[in-house]
């Protein structure tokens, strides 16, 4: 899913967050994240903003990875466990997909297999192909 990958490479933000697509297939993708400075707040864990969009740029991955645009209508986020330092790794699950919904589980864990965070996202998928995004 080389296209899925250059595609997501255009995202700036998860880009200056360090983060970085391992695999991408339909329905499922793995991210992960070195921990920075720049992702930790002011008691010196792990941001809840950094570990969301680490989960975020994961399922908005495995959601628009069956070429059609998918775009978030609904996400939640529990954090588990604090972590200050190591990688983090977020994978993408789909639960469930018709042609219009489709709802994922995002896992999210330290370098240890540690969990850290479990996010839950639905997307709505719209009638434009991914190739077509962005472009006219």
């Known amino acids: 899913m080389e296209?899925?990958?250059q595609f997501f490479a255009g995202d700036?933000?998860?880009?200056?967050?360090?983060i970085e697509l391992l695999s991408v297939s339909p329905g499922h993708a793995i991210a992960?994240?070195?921990i920075q400075a720049l992702h930790l707040n002011a008691v010196g864990s792990v941001q809840?903003?950094?570990i969301f969009t680490l989960a975020d740029f994961a399922?908005?991955?495995a959601s628009n990875a069956?070429?059609?645009v998918a775009v978030a209508i609904n996400v939640s986020i529990t954090y588990m466990k604090a972590v200050s330092s190591g990688t983090l790794r977020a994978e993408a699950r789909e639960v469930s997909v018709n042609p219009k919904l489709g709802s994922y589980t995002v896992n999210i864990t330290d370098q240890h297999n540690a969990l850290i965070a479990i996010f839950?996202?639905?997307?709505?998928r719209k009638d434009q192909t991914l190739d077509a995004a962005g472009k006219g």
Not at 12 to 18: N, Q, T, V
């Open 59 to 61: 399922f908005a991955a």
């Open 120 to 124: 839950q996202g639905l997307v709505y």
């Open 32 to 34: 992960q994240m070195p």
């Open 66 to 68: 069956h070429g059609k």
């Open 48 to 50: 809840g903003g950094a």
């Open 12 to 18: 700036l933000y998860a880009k200056h967050s360090g």
């Open 3 to 5: 296209n899925v990958k």
